[in-house]
């Protein structure tokens, strides 16, 4: 025999169904939030407001012809490689994780060899993105690349 299909039967299948998509909506939520270290910008606006200059100054150390190649030796301390960048130059570099908890880091180099330089300090293990500067008098030129 057949129960019949009430409103109540009805009631509990909605109220089920946009329960599921509610909790997998929450939980997905709190695994991008967990994911995510922090801040872009401060002030999208500001930002905004700076973004030409940005362009400017991106333009002006093109002009340069720096180059710099990032490696990692078996200590684990960066090897970086330039080329046409004067004898002189400070070399610098900010990291920071791509994904996962905040993790910002600074090295400083020092010269090993002509266009070689070494970091002072030994990276840990994993993923990096590093902001490479070369100062150079008046001359500034930066890059971000992923070290290896």
């Known amino acids: 025999m057949r129960r019949e299909f009430t409103g109540k039967d009805m009631a509990m299948i909605l109220v089920a169904g946009f329960g599921v ?12 939030v967990g994911g995510f270290g922090g801040v872009v910008v401060e002030n999208s606006y500001v930002a905004s407001q700076k973004y030409n200059g940005w362009l400017s100054e991106a ?21 970086v490689s330039t080329e046409r960048v004067p004898q002189s130059a400070l070399l610098s570099a900010e990291l920071r994780r791509p994904l996962g908890q905040p993790d910002d880091r600074a090295l ?3 010269q090993v060899g ?18 490479l500067s070369i100062d150079a008098g008046e001359s500034r030129w930066v890059d971000e690349v992923e070290v290896p």
């Open 21 to 32: 998509v509610i909790a997998v909506n929450f939980y997905m939520a709190s695994v991008a």
């Open 59 to 79: 333009r002006e150390a093109d002009k340069l012809g720096y180059s710099a190649q990032l490696e990692r030796d078996a200590d684990g301390r960066l090897l």
């Open 108 to 110: 400083t180099f020092e």
């Open 114 to 131: 002509e266009g070689q330089y070494v970091s002072t300090d030994a990276l840990p293990s994993g993923r990096w993105i590093a902001r």
